[in-house]
T-cell receptor, first 115, second 114 residues
Framework: AQSVTQPDIHITVSEGASLELRCNYS??????LFWYVQSPGQGLQLLLK??????LVQGIKGFEAEFKRSQSSFNLRKPSVHWSDAAEYFC?????????????FGTGTRLQVTL | EPEVTQTPSHQVTQMGQEVILRCVPI?????FYWYRQILGQKVEFLVS????????KSEIFDDQFSVERPDGSNFTLKIRSTKLEDSAMYFC????????????FGPGTRLTVL
């Protein structure tokens, strides 16, 4: 069965500093990979996705992620963090099952930004 | 930009009562999903729905749960007899196609079972 691991439960960075959130997946085939962000009390907003092709994908809000098949990783990066980026970030892998698909989420990384 | 909407935003109920959580998926989407997130835990898949039938359900989705698309716009999750452990945030999602297409999530309904 597929699984997603986000090893960092909580990360604190200073505003303006760079950010990398780690995500490792376990899946037998080429995965569909996603990063979602959840602000307090809010739903899940898609940041970016990887299906195939270029392994470096760009997303919204200045985020990017790189798919590395050899490391089974899909780490999220941002060169300069803003205070408004404080939120919980979820990595997810998509699996086609029969006539639909489902997402398996990691446990999330809570990002705190200090001024 | 089209959005998935969910009502109510917060539902409080007594244990053993029935609740219906409502979702309006994005209008041209064909695949619908429910996920839940117990406080402090990860988001978990409950069920997927396509062509007016369940495509897949998780172990969590037992006989107490049901889903329905009663008309052309709504997609509902019913919990027949709520338990304390059903307290969670329930997210509805939709996608235009399966597989590579993105699932768009609603803002969630926080269910509190007392």
């Amino acid at each position: 069965a597929q699984s997603v691991t986000q090893p960092d439960i909580h990360i604190t960075v200073s505003e303006g500093a760079s950010l990398e959130l780690r995500c490792n997946y376990s899946y037998g085939a080429t995965p569909y990979l996603f990063w979602y962000v959840q602000s307090p009390g809010q739903g899940l907003q898609l940041l970016l996705k990887y299906f195939s092709g270029d392994t470096l994908v760009q997303g919204i809000k200045g985020f990017e992620a790189e798919f590395k098949r050899s490391q089974s990783s899909f780490n999220l990066r941002k060169p300069s963090v803003h205070w408004s980026d404080a939120a919980e970030y979820f990595c997810a892998v998509g699996l086609n099952t029969g006539t639909a698909s489902k997402l398996t989420f990691g446990t999330g990384t809570r990002l705190q930004v200090t001024l | 930009e089209p959005e998935v909407t969910q009502t109510p935003s917060h539902q409080v109920t007594q244990m053993g009562q029935e609740v219906i959580l409502r979702c309006v998926p994005i209008s041209n989407h064909l695949y619908f999903y429910w996920y839940r997130q117990i406080l402090g835990q990860k988001v978990e898949f409950l069920v997927s729905f396509y062509n007016n039938e369940i495509s897949e359900k998780s172990e969590i989705f037992d006989d107490q749960f049901s889903v329905e698309r009663p008309d052309g716009s709504n997609f509902t999750l019913k919990i027949r007899s709520t338990k304390l452990e059903d307290s969670a945030m329930y997210f509805c999602a939709s996608s235009p196609d399966r597989g590579t297409d993105t699932q768009y999530f609603g803002p969630g309904t926080r269910l509190t079972v007392l």
